[in-house]
């Protein structure tokens, strides 16, 4: 039994923020990454950043998440466990988890839960086939594997995500026949847009996929155009020569270890799904078990890592380390989220915040 006194699920940058945040303030600290390096959606970024100096803007994804793992190399505190997958956390307070095929025990003080979030699925004929990829495969398959994924795309879904993954696929020499959106409006930023759109793409809102279609893997798509009620205009098809899908149609919480802890989770739309509930600190109903980043509610990176930050100021604090700054730093940690969650995107996740807290204010 490895005995710890912070366990940290995750090596994304909500998990590496808070390992180097709870490690400074002299707690121990354990993380476990399932895969093979830490740093978790940020290994595949190659683009550059928006937001605040703070939070890294200009850089790009990657090169923040090697910051982020040089930190927490150099503190003598943190161990990273790579290649190890939490199984549970039972009721006793012991963690489980798998690591080069052998199951370990782990019976830390404090959990933070950073799991991050999956992709979402939608349902339409053959959405099985070969070639039907989700926008966070393709991008990992790019760019950390350097494979392009096919020829000719339909991206499905104009948030920054398919916007993003559009404009990488072609940098990379790949044709996008189109991008289709069932709300009337591109929900990405506009500059991304713009950019794709100036190079010949068409970006067609209100509409969605009919069907996949192929032998043995996608060849083509049908796609068609949506009324005001969401319904399929009929006489509106188009066939479009395709043979990869992406879907780029949201994330949900990676939830699945809260929900097996015992904590008391909450149905939010705003925050993309189940979310734990937890206070302002981000404990969670189960006591000593924290949350951050996508796990709590799907956001960005920038507030991923300072959501980790404040999970492992707090689990820190609460094991008696940081007596003189630690209130300070949390203070700190929730005014910066306060100013990142001001903008038109994060008045939905405050929002669903208020929701989860049953509060009339929100508590970022
Ligand atoms: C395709 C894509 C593009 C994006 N582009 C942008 C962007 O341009 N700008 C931006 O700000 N945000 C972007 N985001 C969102 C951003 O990447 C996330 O908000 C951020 O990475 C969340 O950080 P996290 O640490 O919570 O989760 P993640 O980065 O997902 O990290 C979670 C980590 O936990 C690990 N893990 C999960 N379960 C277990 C387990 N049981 N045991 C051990 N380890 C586990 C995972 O392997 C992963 O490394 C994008 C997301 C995607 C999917």
Known sequence: MKEIEILIIGGGPAGLCAASAAANLGATVLVLERDGEPGGQLVKQTHKFFGSKKQYAGDRGYQIGNLLIEECKKNPNIEVWTDTTALGVYE????????QGKHLKIEPKKIIVATGASEKM?????NDLPGIYGAGAVQTLMNVHGI????????????????????????????????????????GYLVHAS???????????????????????????????????WQQIPGTEQDLNVDVICLAVGLSPL??????????????????GHVPIRNEYLETTRTDLYVAGDVSGVEEASSAMVEGRLAGIS??????????????????????LSELRSGPAGQKTVKGIMKLMDKGEAVC
Do not use: W
Not at 92 to 99: F, I, N, S, Y
Not at 163 to 173: E, P
Not at 203 to 210: F, G, K, N, Y
Not at 322 to 332: M, S
């Open 315 to 336: 689990a820190a604090y609460s094991l008696g380390y940081g007596a003189g700054v630690a209130p300070q730093l949390q203070a700190e940690a929730l005014a910066e």
């Open 122 to 126: 939608i349902a339409f004929p053959n």
């Open 255 to 272: 939830t699945e270890l809260c929900f097996q802890a015992d904590c008391q989770l909450k149905y939010i739309a705003e925050l993309s």
């Open 195 to 229: 950019k794709i759109r100036r190079a010949g793409v068409p970006i067609l809102t209100s509409h969605t996929i009919v069907e996949a279609y192929g032998q043995e893997s996608v060849e083509g798509a049908i796609i068609c155009r949506l009324d005001e009620n």
């Open 148 to 187: 392009v994924p096919g020829q000719r795309v339909l991206m499905i879904g104009a948030g920054n995500i398919g916007l993003i993954v559009s404009y990488q696929l072609m940098q990379a020499g790949v044709e996008i026949a189109a991008i289709i959106e069932a709300s009337p409006t591109i929900g």
């Open 92 to 99: 006793d307070g012991v963690v489980t988890a798998e690591r």
